[in-house]
């Protein structure tokens, strides 16, 4: 196992103190932040470092030597605030708020753990002023903040950081727009501008164009700068401080990856083929060994110049991490094939991405059908009347993104396509609880509800990578409406069998484990693991657990219900998604509508209350929702009311 | 009452086919369509003028002169095709496509009502090619319809129009960056630059800056001229068939209210305050024949000066208009009055508006606290991640917006502030299914599914102006949560009388009318009145109903309900929402979860499929949510499985 360490907090104290020269100084703290930014992400197993590197002088900068709170601290109410509008660049702020002391060692060594830190900004967190993880709010809710003070009386600047990808999100012209009509003077916009987004260049996804003529345009002050050198940052706030009538946005050209060489973009993009392997997820072993060895030793010459000693540095704290079952099993690798497949034939087939096309799995389309595919950048809303227009014309779009950010941000734009009787496919990548360690931003537990009261949608969910084939297939080549794809982004943590022979019929689905005292439906690859596992405990103990998958989230065929259920009196549907407006209120509806529920027990096991992060262990457990805590809840309803 | 004229489409041939100067023949064309289309809204009883006469020249224009519609027809798959973004220019639009012989009369006759034409386009209606009325959509629709003729080898123009307030939404600036980068040329944008929005400039309301340099900054081919001169038209989109590399817009520079002298801006605002008038509602008998007198008077010296025969009008076929009952009480004028109020002692109250001040009723809170009101614009992406901003350093902020736009286009701007475990009240106005004649995309039958899931939330609608005083003083003195105020926008078609002594209490309604047989829960003035109807006329067969005003619609005390219910073998709930996700699914939940469901009967009425346009009494009955309608199902129900 690799051997991951820390640089300790009397080390940054100790830097911090030492009397060198003030640019040399905070350069080693932002190098120091790096260190242990890899780390933590190296511990957590997944993360975003890209971004935080390129971001991390600008956030050292602000923390050390720019903003009040140096002074005053992190909750004083004429604090200076900062936050980061993009978020996954939330690594390097925890590593600068540990070396700062805002944050304990346990939770930057716990990153992505239950009860450490989250993979995206939230409040819970020391140092956090507000949450983020989806793009193109922050500078809105910056301006919240600044009209607050003024309100208020309270001292203190506002700076936001956003990406560059990011300036893709309409909020963002919202924004721009409107503080500078309501002069909210006192908002600092910071852009890293490090050019890269998900993989690609920004300006091979949807280029920026000029974009101080941009900022211009909407009345804003504008300045330039890199943002890897503190002289030049220095320069620029202090100017922006006796600009008093407009807000005002500094675009620091940044380098992704910086500080670590084979991370740095143009250089990472060269070795591999164009696309940037840096933005989210943990380097292997070696790379993580070289990237680490590489900012301490650069650390270590750079303090030996200086006369200082060389740093002293700490084990990580041991990994309590536990085990999860892991498959090669990805529904969405079966989701990106079948498109490909039926691409071939079903020509009026446009597949639509939101820069998420590798997580997505559409790049093999965009490489098959180029001509036919369409990259939209971070821009949901554009892309969902995008493909309204696409199908008004005839053809089928396929929406692509994850489900916070589709189902979420562009419902209005759904309902209006809707109301179009077009037919668009919806695919709704990342949902459910699991993966949680990127937090409540990207955990989708809403968008069953969110698509559930519109009347002409189909909502499926396969379990497996053979029903997703299904799944698509009857989306593309049989379903009379609206569907949405619902597919989680994980691996399953197991391959769920499917019984020979199955095949998708709408409104019912299919046994996996037959029992007598009471039925549980589920869906998903996840939660089907985790039905699976409760029926296997409560096996053990000779109650007999019907377990059914149940793709088809909003449509239920009665008489299959019926037969289904029998004559058990305890019915249980496991919810990836909160207890409100997913399957099981469709099951109730149908149960009570159909006589089927009296004398019946019926039970929703859900996402209760916002998702926790951490590992799927962790998350599932918190959640009771992992097999053995749901054993222990159908024992303890066990039918008897 | 009012005599109401139609210019008959013989009329519109005569003048067509008239060898006359073809700019003079324009102006007669474009004014006729603005009498059919004043005429058809004073018909309806309400309709948007002032943006159907900023727009008709440049929509007679198109139309008569510039696609090639006139000659392959509205349905070719090379056709032209143009629609309009903000979509409440639809008056006038109808008028072109009366004249053109494209919608038949009774149509164009019967604006806002069940089978005639919709408040705001529908695809259904002739000519129409894509929903609008939700603002900000438009340019990334067209954008689709482009690529789709270039996809499929088609030949035709895409045309769209925009307003200006409507350049406030974001979704405008996502489709103005992603149209550039993906080189969609064959996309003409026309900003009906009328500069004023609902009732106030856009420059005092969000200012849109130079929208030259803007649409310029963005990489667009940028023109302006006149709006209302058809040879700067002619020359400008003639210059836009040169330019086949990159998008153009045409920013038409144009008087709100054209045509008619007291609708005009800017004399239209000195008139009345500084408030524009003519935005949406139809005129006073008086305006109107004064209005109509002047555009059939303007026609008919200019016909004279051609040598032409004065204007044969008909008779509008009669009104076949249902009666509704109406009162004076607006349950929107309760909560501006009670913001006002708990505003002079809340001094952390702040209200925020989306250009909707008047019909949200919050101006008089401008008026009285104008440092803690901040007018926001259309685009309430912004507005409620502002408001999350605020609510981090500590204000109470109060979103308004129409239900539809608030809960669904800032959706997961809501979710990120609820994650953030602040306090924020979100007042939806225009919910439910009535008023019904703006359409689809203002009708909100969604909002309570799309807060649903919410975890913090609590949703309520009051019936009365009574009870919305004390619902706004709960959201701001006791809730612990965030807040959902549902409001219909319209009177109440009855005034509900509560019991003296009535006072809200968590989870609990309260009993308008006993009965032994069943109950009826309903909420909102709309179908409370509904509900005491069909109470009323089942008494009259001897069919006791119990009526019970629910304003909870996501909490339910089970020991009221256990009470409430009592012996009664049926419980329906009256949804002004669509079936799922609404109050009825919180009640089965609850009756379930309580033992109460056994052996009941329980049904939902509520509004299936997409919303009917309409008049109120019209839609409510195509719905079958009328009290009569209730009546007969309640029987046919009558609570035997």
Redesign the interface.
């Known amino acids: 196992m690799v051997k991951i360490t820390l640089i300790p907090k009397s080390e940054f104290d100790r830097v911090r103190g030492a009397a060198i020269d003030k640019y040399r100084k905070l350069s080693l703290l932002a190098d120091m932040n790096r260190a242990n930014a890899l780390a933590s992400v190296k511990r957590a197993g997944s993360g975003h470092l890209g971004s935080s590197f390129s971001s991390l002088d600008i956030v050292t900068f602000l923390y050390y030597a720019e903003m009040n709170t140096a002074a005053v601290g992190i909750r004083d109410p004429d604090r200076d605030v900062y936050f980061s509008s993009k978020g996954h660049d939330v690594p390097g702020f925890y590593a600068v708020q540990y070396g700062l002391g805002n944050l304990p060692k346990d939770q930057l060594c716990r990153l992505r753990r239950l009860g450490g830190t989250c993979g995206h900004p939230?409040?819970s967190t020391p140092g956090v002023?507000?949450?983020?993880g989806?793009l193109?709010?922050?500078v809105?809710?910056?301006?919240?903040?600044?009209?607050?003070?003024k309100?208020?009386g309270?001292k203190g600047r506002i700076f936001v950081m956003t990406g560059d990808g990011e300036l893709?999100?309409?909020?963002?012209?919202?924004?721009l727009?409107?503080a500078?009509?309501?002069k909210v003077a006192n908002l600092n916009v910071i852009v890293d501008h490090n050019k890269v987004q998900t993989d690609k260049p920004v300006a091979q996804i949807?280029?920026?164009?000029?974009l101080e003529?941009?900022f211009?345009?909407?009345?804003w002050h504008v300045a330039r700068c890199s943002g890897h050198d503190f002289r030049q940052l220095e320069k620029a706030l202090a100017e922006f401080r006796t600009v008093s009538d407009k807000p005002k946005v500094l675009i620091a050209d940044t380098i992704k990856g910086r500080g670590v060489s084979f991370m740095e973009h143009p250089a990472a993009l060269k070795a591999n083929n164009g696309l940037y392997r840096w933005h989210s997820g943990a380097p292997d072993d070696e790379s993580f060994n070289a990237g680490h060895a590489e900012i301490v030793g650069r650390l270590n010459r750079q303090l030996k110049e200086l006369g200082l000693a060389e740093l002293a540095l700490e084990d990580f704290p041991p990994d309590d991490k536990l085990p999860s079952g892991v498959t090669r099993q990805y529904v969405a690798d079966a989701f990106g094939e079948a498109l490909v497949e039926i691409g071939r034939k079903r020509k009026d087939l446009?597949v639509i991405d939101a820069d998420l096309a590798a997580d997505c799995r559409v790049r093999a389309f965009e490489l098959e059908h180029p001509?036919?595919f369409?990259e939209?950048?971070i821009?949901e809303?554009?892309?969902?009347?995008?493909?309204?227009?696409?199908?008004?014309?005839?053809?089928l779009?396929v929406c692509n993104s994850f489900a916070?950010?589709l189902a979420?941000?562009a419902?209005?734009?759904i309902?209006?396509n809707?109301?179009?009787?077009t037919r668009i496919i919806y695919a709704c990548h990342y949902s459910g609880l699991i993966p949680a360690g990127p937090g409540?931003?990207h955990q989708s537990?809403?968008d069953i509800?969110?698509f559930?009261?519109?009347?002409?949608f189909v909502i499926l969910q396969p379990c497996n990578m053979e029903e997703t084939k299904m799944v698509v297939d009857y989306c593309v080549n049989q379903a009379k409406e609206n569907c949405v794809i619902r597919l989680i982004i994980g691996p399953s943590p197991r391959e769920i069998v499917l019984p020979a022979g199955y095949r998708l019929q709408e409104g019912r689905g299919v046994v996996l484990a037959d029992g007598d005292r009471a039925v549980l439906f589920a869906y998903g690859p996840v939660m089907m693991h985790e039905a699976l596992r409760a029926g296997e405990a409560l096996g053990a103990k000779g109650f007999a657990l019907k377990v059914v998958n149940m793709p088809w989230l909003?449509r239920i065929d009665a008489a299959w219900l019926r037969e289904t259920v029998g004559e058990r009196k305890a019915a249980y549907v496991l919810e990836d998604?909160?207890?409100?407006?997913?399957l099981g209120?469709?099951m109730?509806?149908c149960l009570?509508a159909n006589?089927l529920?009296?004398?019946m027990h019926?039970e929703k096991f859900a996402v209760?209350?916002?998702p926790a992060w951490g590992t799927p262990p962790e998350v599932l457990r918190f959640h009771r929702l992992d097999g053995p805590s749901l054993a222990e809840r159908i024992l303890a309803g066990r039918g008897e009311?």
Do not use: T, W
Request: overall charge negative; charged content about 20%; proline content about 3%.
């Open positions: 939230d409040v002023e507000a949450n983020s989806s193109g709010m922050g809105s809710k910056a301006k919240g903040m600044a009209l607050a003070k309100f208020a309270r893709q999100e309409g909020q963002v012209y919202e924004a727009q409107s500078v009509h309501q949807i280029d920026l164009g000029d003529a941009k211009r345009s909407f009345g446009v001509d036919r369409i939209d950048g821009a809303q554009d892309m969902v009347s995008l493909a309204g227009g696409l199908a008004l014309q005839g053809f779009p916070s950010f979420s941000r419902n209005e734009q309902y209006n809707a109301c179009e009787n409540q931003s537990i809403r509800s969110l559930a009261a519109l009347p002409n909003n998604h909160a207890p409100v407006g997913g209120d469709a109730l509806n009570f006589g529920a009296d004398g019926f209760e209350g916002f009311r």
